[in-house]
């Protein structure tokens, strides 16, 4: 089978990896344009082209699909299927028709719930215990076409949506692989979705960040799993923000915000206490709280307090 393969982020490359592993037809690959990195701006290509180049596979970077450059350079290359992974270009109705087997999507969650954009992050904001991968047959709409395979996972008590991703990532490889076995084979059974099951993962920003103490142990501890690495949990310990990278369940009580230990680092919320282990100071490199607190010099718990 002829497969165009649109991608992009790191989360992508392991699928183009499994399907140039299983011996699949990859035409060509489409992807982002290279952005400017770094205090030089030094332009820097994206994950899926480095792998691309790497399998010395032709690479296509427009930067955009509705001029009808793109729609015209793949009817010669007439693919049997496009594979999208994480592209970040919505593909108009021209290409989703082109293929004889349409555009098949790797999406990050267990459809219909968690569409969007941020899939991984929000099931572990929300304090989901599972979550998985969905291949589904795309349409006009966000997410919204019909489902065809899936694989489910557990989410680990303390795993962060850094982790969840890369486990993530390797699962829909493998499930990318069945499904194109599966449509060449004519296995697949398309299942609808109902969009009352439905809920929107929208993108991050950095106004998820601040922690409310006052919240359970459980809600924080979420947070900050769920925004690692990026916009990152972060708190104000005596007037100075840090970012908190990683924190435990623990027990104890007090007032919301209430340092209640120093070795262990505890801190009191509305419900219960969290242990936070890795911390990030203005400026500075992240670090183990206990090398942040080493750095204090004589403090004590009544010491300290977050707002």
């Known amino acids: 089978m002829k497969i165009v393969f649109m ?29 400017p990195k770094g205090r030089g701006y030094h332009l820097v290509p994206p994950p899926v082209k480095v792998c691309a180049e790497a399998h010395h596979l032709p690479v296509y970077q427009p930067a955009t699909l509705k001029d009808g450059t793109a729609l015209s350079l793949l009817q010669e290359l007439q693919p049997d299927l496009i594979v999208v992974v994480a592209y970040g270009n919505i593909l108009p109705k021209a290409i989703l028709t082109l ?4 555009c098949i999507n790797v999406h990050a969650s267990l459809l219909p719930m968690y569409r969007g954009a941020a899939p991984i992050q929000r099931v572990i904001l929300d304090g989901q215990k599972t979550t998985g991968v969905t291949t589904m047959q795309m349409d006009v709409g966000l997410d919204t076409g019909d489902m065809l395979m899936k694989a489910e996972i557990a989410i680990a008590e303390n795993e962060t949506a850094d982790e969840l991703h890369d486990r993530l990532s390797e699962l829909g490889a493998d499930l990318i692989v069945k499904t194109v076995h599966a449509v060449a084979e004519g296995r697949l059974q398309p ?42 949990a972060t708190a104000e310990l005596n007037g100075k923000r840090l ?65």
């Not at 979420?222 to 990152?232: A, H, I, K, N, Y």
Request: glycine share 8%.
């Open 99 to 102: 293929p004889q087997y349409g």
């Open 243 to 307: 970012k908190i990278h990683r924190t435990i369940l623990s027990q104890g009580s007090g007032q919301p915000g209430q340092v209640l230990s120093l070795q262990p680092f505890i801190v009191a919320c509305g419900e219960g206490a969290i242990e936070i282990l890795e911390l990030q100071p203005e400026g500075k490199k992240r670090m183990s709280a206990q090398s942040y607190l080493n750095g204090l010099h004589g403090i004590t718990p009544a010491d300290l307090h977050f707002q």
């Open 191 to 232: 299942e609808k979705q109902d969009d009352s099951q439905s809920c929107y993962a929208a993108m991050l920003d950095k106004s998820l960040s601040p922690i409310d103490f006052t919240k359970t142990a459980q809600q924080v501890h979420d947070q900050v799993r769920g925004l690692c690495s990026w916009p990152c």
């Open 7 to 35: 991608g992009t982020p790191e989360f992508s490359v392991p699928c183009l990896q499994a399907l140039l592993e299983d011996g699949q037809t990859i035409a060509a690959v489409f992807t982002q344009p290279d952005k």
